[in-house]
């Protein structure tokens, strides 16, 4: 299991429709590895329950941990600006898959 630091705002923020942590969150519940409670939710007797079952299943560890994954691999901006320079100077293709 991984451990690591995440603001309780994100846990426990209230969902908003546009707001960016809001979207974030969305996928992350979308993607399995988190629940979004919202506000009139917030209360100890729904946000026990919804503890428990996310520490029971360990699915929710196995897509967080898939997910931690694939960002530890994902391209920084660093690797990332000069492949933007090589397509802005011409000099790199644009590969897209299907």
Known sequence: MRAG???SEAILRPAR???SPSTRLKHLTGYGCARTLYRDEGTPETIAPVVEEM???SSYCTRAGNLADKAA???TAVGT???IEELVAGKAEVVTST
Do not use: K
Request: hydrophobic content about 40%.
């Open 73 to 75: 691999t994902a391209p």
């Open 5 to 7: 630091w995440i603001p």
């Open 17 to 19: 429709s546009s707001s």
């Open 81 to 83: 600006v000069p492949l």
């Open 55 to 57: 520490l029971g299943d």
